[in-house]
C-alpha cells in the first residue's frame, strides 16, 4: 500500500520489532547496513495446507491473471497484494492453530507474544525513504518538511513486550469474512487493521483499514484515521482506490453497494490503481 515515508519507517521498525518471524522470546536477527538487492514485485501465493487453504485459491484463481499483470506492471502502487497476503496469512493462520469450521463459519484467534528489540541506523532509515514513494495528504494544509531528522549518528532502538493478535470470522468457502488485527508493545497499541471481504455477482469485493500512525523522536503519534484500499477483483480486470477516513467507525464494510458507493464519491485518492486486461493505469 502507497504510504507515506514516516509510514515506511514504522513498518521497518515494526518488522524488526516482531522478529521477522523469529519464535516468540526470541532477539529479532541483526540487521546489517548497506543496500539490499532490489527484488521486482510478486503476486502472493497461498502456500498453506489444509481445507482454508484450498478454499482460498479456490477463491484467488479466477483473478489470477489480472493479480499477476499488476504485479508485472504497478510496482508503484501495490495494493494488488493486499487481498492475496491476506488470505495467505488466514490459511496459514488456519493450519497453525488447527482451525475447524463450527456452524459454516471459522472463527479462531491467532496470536504471537514475546521479547522483542531492534536496532536501526539512520543510513537504513534513509535507505527506506528514498525507496518510498510518498503520497500527499489530501487533508494537510502544511507544506513538507524537507529536513531529515534521521541525519548524523541517529540511531533508533527499542524494544519490549510485542503482542499480535489476529481475529477470525470468515464463511468456511469463504464467500465472506471480517478480519480484525491488533498490534501492542508493552500493552499500548501500535497497530490495527480491520478487513473485510464479499463474493458478489461473481466479484471479489474487499475494504482493508489501517490506523494511520506517524512516529517521531519520542515515538507513535496516533491520528485517529484510518488508510482505506477498497477493491474490487474480476475476472476481466481489477480496480483498488486508497483514500482515507477521519475514524474507525468510518470504515466501509466490504459489498457490491459499498464499491458502487465508493465510485460515487469524490473523496479524495492517495491512490487509484486498474488493470483491464493487459492495461494498467496507476495513480
Known amino acids: 500500500m502507497k504510504k507515506h515515508v514516516v509510514l515506511m519507517v514504522l513498518c521497518f521498525l515494526s518488522l524488526l520489532l516482531a522478529g521477522c518471524g523469529a519464535q516468540p522470546g526470541a532477539d529479532a536477527p541483526a540487521v546489517t547496513d548497506g543496500p539490499s538487492p532490489a527484488a521486482g514485485p510478486e503476486a502472493p501465493t ?97 507544506d513538507p518538511v524537507m529536513d531529515n531528522q534521521q541525519m548524523g549518528d541517529f540511531s533508533a532502538t527499542g524494544g519490549g513486550l510485542f503482542d499480535r493478535s489476529c481475529a477470525y470470522d470468515v464463511d468456511e468457502h469463504l464467500r465472506d469474512g471480517l478480519i480484525e488485527i491488533t498490534d501492542t508493545l508493552n500493552g499500548a497499541a501500535t497497530g490495527h487493521e480491520v478487513f473485510s471481504f464479499v463474493v458478489e455477482e461473481g466479484c471479489f469485493f474487499f475494504v482493508d483499514g489501517t490506523l494511520d500512525q506517524a512516529v517521531d523522536m519520542d515515538g507513535l503519534i496516533d491520528t485517529n484515521r484510518y488508510l482505506v484500499a477498497a477493491g474490487v477483483l474480476r475476472q476481466d480486470g481489477l480496480e483498488i482506490v486508497e483514500f482515507t477516513v477521519p475514524s474507525q467507525d468510518q470504515v466501509p464494510t466490504a459489498s457490491a453497494d459499498t464499491w458502487r458507493q465508493i465510485q460515487s464519491q469524490r473523496t479524495p485518492r492517495l491512490s487509484h490503481l486498474t488493470v483491464q486486461g493487459e492495461n494498467v493505469s496507476a495513480k
Not at 61 to 72: G, K, L, N, T, V
Not at 92 to 117: C, K, L, M
Open 46 to 142: 497461498v502456500t498453506a495446507q489444509g481445507k482454508l487453504a484450498d478454499a482460498a485459491r479456490a477463491l484467488l484463481s479466477p483473478y489470477q491473471d489480472e493479480i499477476d499483470i499488476a504485479a508485472q506492471k504497478s510496482a508503484a502502487v501495490l495494493t494488488y497484494l493486499i487481498p492475496g497476503d491476506v488470505m495467505g496469512k488466514l490459511a496459514q493462520d488456519a493450519q497453525e492453530v488447527g482451525a475447524q469450521p463450527e456452524n459454516g463459519r471459522y472463527q479462531f484467534i491467532w496470536r504471537q507474544s514475546g521479547e522483542h528489540t531492534y536496532s536501526a541506523s539512520a543510513m537504513q532509515i534513509e535507505q527506506i525513504e528514498a525507496a518510498a514513494e510518498t503520497t500527499p495528504d489530501p487533508h494537510s494544509t502544511n
